[in-house]
């Protein structure tokens, strides 16, 4: 099936607010808070146009790897463009349940505003293949809205981390200035 470009209002609301807003102030802050030490080899799922990217690719030091993996053909490109700079990315397109990505080969999983718009009944299948491409101790950091009619409630999200075998380091909910609930969580693989 073709992945159609995305609404006009959602390429306005991703420049404006995502890629002159928030990438240059406020990702740069939460990867910081991840704690990586920049020699990982880091998998963004749903990377869309290399918004949270830039973060981790300046993150990483020479030794460090991101690998953006996103379905829609769109944003790899707008990525691409936006990030030509930074040497330490590789860009994969499609469907991470039948992309033939490594077992046990990244050290970190970045889950950023994205697993909400995963059908549900996939899920479990999306966070069991992330699962699998972590090495043994590696880690899930996960951040999703929690509001009923547009994001997961923490109880979801800590039973497919548990689902994919995944144990918790840490997990919960805060509320922003904006007055909006987002869920974080911190997972260890120990298979």
Known sequence: MENPPPPLA????????????????????????????????VLEFGSGGGCLSRA????????????????????VEKAKRRLKDCTNIEYLQGDITRMPI????????????VLHDVEPAARIDVVSALAKCLRPEGTVFIREPAKP??????????????????????????????????CEGMFKKSW
């Open 56 to 75: 981790l690719a300046r993150t990483l030091n020479p030794e460090g790897a991101l690998s953006c993996v996103e379905i829609s053909p769109y944003w």
């Open 149 to 182: 009619e547009h994001g997961m409630p923490l109880s979801e999200i800590r039973a497919l981390m548990q689902d994919a075998g995944l144990r918790e380091i840490h997990a919960g909910c805060t509320r922003s200035w904006r007055r909006t609930w987002t």
């Open 10 to 41: 959602r390429i306005i609301e991703e420049e404006l607010i995502d890629y002159r807003i928030r990438s240059r102030f406020y990702h740069p802050d939460y990867v910081k808070r991840l704690g990586l030490y920049g020699s990982e080899r």
């Open 102 to 113: 490594p077992e046990n080969h990244f050290d970190a999983v970045i889950i950023h505003f």
